[in-house]
Nanobody
Framework: QVQLVESGGGLVQAGDSLRLSCAVS????????MGWFRQAPGKEREFVGV????????DYADSVKGRFTISKDNAKNMVYLQMNSLKPEDTAVYYC?????????????????WGQGTQVTVSS
């Protein structure tokens, strides 16, 4: 079992930055990949980005590429999502997720464990 707890959400203005954190606990493996997803009201949960266990490889949705950066600190069991140049359309609940496979997956159903989410609201 893996437990994930997100934090760092809040209300910001367009153009601002925000850093989300995901605390990881439980039994993790070096094959795990960590992803960030988001879900806006009335919409499906969508992929934001993913990072390998080592942190050496990342991938992002086109909508956030160049603005968002995922990083991780394995010594602290933390995963981060740095969000810059935020836009109103980034408003959503953001979720951290763990995928037991070493592969990168881009759909929510492929992930095995989820956090409770943290709300990010970007005002115009």
């Amino acid at each position: 079992q893996v437990q994930l707890v997100e934090s760092g959400g809040g209300l910001v203005q367009a153009g601002d930055s925000l850093r989300l954190s995901c605390a990881v606990s439980g039994r993790t493996f070096s094959s795990d990949t960590m992803g960030w997803f988001r879900q806006a009201p009335g919409k499906e949960r969508e992929f934001v980005g993913v990072i390998s266990w080592s942190g050496g490889t990342t991938d992002y949705a086109d909508s956030v590429k160049g603005r968002f950066t995922i990083s991780k600190d394995n010594a602290k069991n933390m995963v981060y999502l740095q969000m810059n140049s935020l836009k109103p359309e980034d408003t959503a609940v953001y979720y951290c997720a763990c995928d037991r496979s070493y592969r990168f997956h881009y759909v929510a159903r492929e992930y095995d464990y989820w956090g409770q989410g943290t709300q990010v609201t970007v005002s115009s």
